[in-house]
Each structure stands twice: as C-alpha cells, then as structure tokens.
C-alpha cells in the first residue's frame, strides 16, 4: 500500500535565509516550465533583463547547478520528471513515444484512446494512462478545493504538467487555436472558444518577426553571426537564406500554423490564456492554494531550428522577459506582494549547432541519416535471415524485442545488432537496458540507469557520443545524457524576497516534493525526489 508523507497542513510558507517575512500558504502557485531553457543563458543574458527573468532572479533563489538526472531528455520525460518526482524509468513515461510490444505499434506518452480531441474529434490526450499522480493532485488530495490549470504550447506539456484531474488542460491544436480532449471537459469552456476566435493566428502571416531591440544588442551579444551554416531556413523561398528577421508570409500560411505555438507569439498567447484562467477559474480567490501550469514552447522550438546561440533565440529570450514581466505585474497587484510562489524550470537543455561547435575546435557533429538508414536497413534484413520476421522492431532509434523471442534468439539479435550499429559515425556504444542497469556511478551512467523501465524500455539503445546530435542534415536538439542536455534552470521566487544563488547540485525530481514540503501538503513516500534545503 502507498504511504503518504504527512506534513502539517498549517505549515508556514517560509524560506530559511529567503526573507525574515512568514505567511500563511501562498494563494498561488504558478510553475513555469520553459521547454530547453537553458541555465548558460539566463546567465549570458542576465544584464539585457529588464522584465519577467529580471524580476524572477532579483526575488528568487536560484539553484545554479540542478539537473535531470535521467538519460533520455526529451519533453515527455521532462515534465513527467518535474511534477511526479519520479524518475522516467521508475514511472514509465521513458520518452515522447515508444513502441508498445503489446500493440505492435507506436504509443504516444499522454495517448488516450478512450477519449477524443475535441475540435477535431482525434485521438485525444490525456493522464489516464499513466499509474501515479502528480504535485496537482496532491494539493487536491490534501483539500479538495484546491484548483489545478495547466496550459502550454504542447500537448504533452500540459497533460504530463496537470496530473489527473486538473479542472482544464490546454494545448495548441496546430491549426489555430488551444484544445483539450473529452477526459477533461465534453466541449470547450466558452472562454477558450471566445479566445480561440479573437486569437485569428491567419492574421500574423502579414507580420515580421522583426527584432525586439537595436541590432548592435544582438551583434554584440550573441555567440555568433546571424545565419550560420546549420541554422535551419523557415522561408520557403529558394535557395538556403536562415536569415534574421523572418518574414512570417514566406513561410507559407499552412507552416505557421502549425508553428505558431513555437515563436514568441505563441508563449505570449499562452499567458494570454492563463491571465484569462486566473479569472474564469478563480485562481487564487480562497484561503485555500490553487496552482497553474504553464508550459512555454518556443524556446525549444526555437532551439531546434536555428539554435541555443542564434539571434532568434536571443530575441526570444528578450521577448519573453518582457512578456513574462507583463503577466507578473498583473498577477502581483492582483495578489499582492508574497502571495504567489513562482517555481521556474525546464524539461530539458540542448545541444548548439554542431558546425559552431567545430568551429571551436570541440569534437562533434550530425549522426548522417543516410549511414544510418543504410546499416539499419542491412542490420534488420540480416536479423530477419537469421532469426525470422517480426522479432526485432525498430522504432526511431531504438530496438525493441518480440515477448516470444527466447534467450538464444535475443542473443544472438544483439550480437548483429551490436556489430553492426557501432559503424554509426557519432555513436558512442550501443547497450543492451541490462548493461545499462549494471553501469558505474558516473554522472552519465547513474542517468542512463534512472531511464530504463523493466518492461517498456527498448531492448537495446544506441548512445551518441558527446557533442553529437540526431538532428540532420539542420538544427539542433536534445535527448543525450549529457550536461547540456541535463542542466536546467531551477528559480523558487516571491514578491518581497531577496535574490539568492545556491549552487549545490539537486535535480528534477526534487522540485514537486519541494514545493509539496512548502505548501504543507502530503506527498507519496515512494518517490525518487526529496524535499531541497534552502540552506
């Protein structure tokens, strides 16, 4: 039977060496998850910060050196990781998607079959799925009146954010507007449909994404030249021109659409909608402490296309400031000073552009998809010769056993396997999940081990060495067990308190037993996190 961690529910809210200042439970939690933020750039751009990310380190502390601490860091586990406490392996959600050996087929981390999207009647989404809960359901657990809101750019950053039973989830649907699925609510709050059709995403495509302030903050600033080589090019014009500023009309109408939640424009509209939340859900409005979920996109979105150190990233980053600042005005005259707890972290890091990081003399570069494809090809054709069809699947990059596959037969599965995938140019090792269980207690190793699930994880893994990206032949990206991709951001701030960097080493799963600990809620004692001393 699952214990709970009793603490009293009248516990103070009260950081040691935070502020001299005690009160009572917050009204609001607002956790802010900043999908690839990256700790290096806070800090680059620190002095440029006049807005959100000023006023968060200025009132926050600032755990410098926290980190996932597991091997497959992608947006699934991410912010699985963040709200449950539990590392990928341990609860299941291993990656974005993986191949289910009962199905026979691919299965997305917050897939739900029994319910439906609701615009456009497609699978929906939601936690069903997923056997544990998260931060939100504790607080509703402790006090039933407690309010749970989780809006993002991804689907899965809202669902994997809310837990089980937020009273809404929502997530861009791609085509213009925020959606959720029938395991939340049988249609649309008339809220969101009223926002959905003022937000009229056709309208941006006449519009520049221009810069935010003068040029020379950006040749000054930023690591490299504007489009460098690897950067990708949204225009759909000829030829290869990544070039900043874009001009929203040449990526085409149908692109934009699509892309909208992953540019600036899309996380300023998702405070748009959580600012709306705090009053048709009353946020804040009792004696009791509600929470709102904010996942925002773009950086990664960012990230992936032209890069961590790109112009377009900088500026985002500057607009986001900016925004963030906006919304946290709002909420600080609406609450007053003390009354929210921000919580600010990341699902994920990434990795720069590989021919920048050549460029500096540090060993790195693109896995090339065409080898690859080439020895999977051959690699699977020759497992199919000496084994037989249907025995070992491959999905992405991970291979995956047939249950009725015997002892000899997944031996010798590994053998050609292993033989043939290490000829990857980029590829470190491949290993099969029991030598990743048995690895050492490096840093890299303990979270290849925290990854692996006994019985959804891949049967053997393909592990690229340091500075070596999957992306090809353009962009950058994430999912290694490298400090790059691991270190993320980790703010705990309120109105009234002093800034304050902490720099001991803590991780992910420490953040939801944290706050849990703060707020004086009970929290599960099975899981991998522990509450974080501010001390």
């Known amino acids: 039977m699952k214990k709970w961690i009793l603490l009293p529910l009248t516990a103070a809210f009260f950081f040691y060496g935070f502020t001299t200042k ?30 959100g990310y000023r006023w968060l380190l200025d009132h926050g502390i600032q755990f410098e050196n926290a980190y996932h601490n597991h091997g497959y860091t ?15 392996g341990n609860g299941g959600v ?6 289910d050996r009962e199905l026979r087929r691919g299965w997305y981390c917050v897939e739900d079959t029994s319910s439906t999207e609701l615009i456009d009647g497609s699978t929906g989404r939601s936690y069903k799925y997923i056997h544990n809960t998260t931060l939100g359901d504790w607080m509703k657990s402790a006090n039933s009146k407690a309010k749970v809101v989780s809006i993002a750019g991804k689907d899965r950053s809202a669902v994997l954010l809310g837990g089980k039973s937020p009273e809404i989830a929502l997530w861009y649907d791609k085509k213009g507007g925020w959606t959720s699925s029938t395991y939340y609510t049988e249609e649309l709050p008339q809220w969101v449909n009223d926002m959905n059709s003022q937000l009229k995403v056709e309208t941006y495509v006449d519009s520049t994404w221009d810069r935010l302030v003068s040029e020379s903050v950006y040749l000054t600033n930023a690591s490299r030249q504007d489009s460098t080589y690897g950067e990708s090019d949204w225009s759909q014009k000829s030829g290869y021109n990544p070039t900043f500023p874009i001009v929203l009309e040449e990526m085409g109408l149908p692109s934009l659409m699509g892309a909208f939640y992953i540019t600036p424009y899309g996380d300023k509209t998702v405070l748009q909608y959580a600012q709306k939340a705090l009053d048709e ?10 929470i709102l979920f904010l996942g925002l996109s773009a950086t990664d979105g960012i990230g ?26 709002e909420l ?53 010769q000496k084994i037989g069809p249907n025995k070992v699947y491959r999905y992405g990059n991970f291979f995956y056993y047939d249950k009725s596959m015997g002892f000899f037969a997944k031996r010798k599965a590994t053998k050609i396997l292993k033989k043939n995938l290490i000829n990857i140019p980029g590829i470190a090792s491949v290993s099969t999940r029991e030598e990743l269980l048995k690895g050492g207690d490096s840093d890299v190793a303990v979270r290849l081990k925290n990854m692996v699930h006994p019985e959804k994880s891949p049967n053997v893994y393909l592990i690229p060495k340091k500075n070596w990206t999957w992306r090809y ?14 270190h993320i951001p980790l703010i705990f701030a ?27 809620i009970p929290y599960p004692d099975d899981l991998d996190g522990k509450p974080i001393s501010f001390k």
Do not use: C
């Not at 946020?283 to 009791?288: A, C, I, Q």
């Not at 972290?345 to 500096?360: K, N, R, T, W």
């Open 22 to 51: 005690t009160i009572d439970n917050p009204k609001l939690v607002v956790f802010i998850s900043v999908d690839q933020g990256m700790p290096s750039l806070l800090k680059k751009y620190d002095h440029l910060f006049t807005g």
């Open 332 to 384: 600080e005259s609406q609450f007053g000073e003390g009354n929210v707890l921000y919580v600010v972290s990341s699902d994920h890091g990434a990795i720069e552009l590989p021919e920048y990081l050549v460029a500096q003399g540090i060993d790195g570069g693109r896995i090339p998809k065409p080898t690859r494809d080439e020895l999977y090809s051959r690699t699977m054709k020759e497992i199919g």
């Open 281 to 290: 859900y009353q946020l804040g409005g009792d004696d009791v402490t509600d």
């Open 473 to 486: 032949p353009m962009g950058s990206s994430h999912g290694s067990p490298y400090d790059y991709d691991a």
């Open 304 to 329: 992936h296309e032209f890069g961590a150190h790109s112009h377009e990233q900088l500026d985002n980053y500057l607009r986001l400031d900016k925004n963030l600042g906006e919304f946290i005005h």
């Open 94 to 99: 291993i990656t974005n998607q993986w191949f």
């Open 494 to 520: 309120k109105g009234g308190a002093k800034g304050k960097t902490i720099s001991k080493e803590v991780y992910s799963v420490d953040i939801a037993p944290t706050v849990a600990k703060l707020l004086g």
């Open 74 to 88: 992608t947006t699934g586990p991410g912010h699985y990781v963040l709200t449950s406490g539990r590392h990928p």
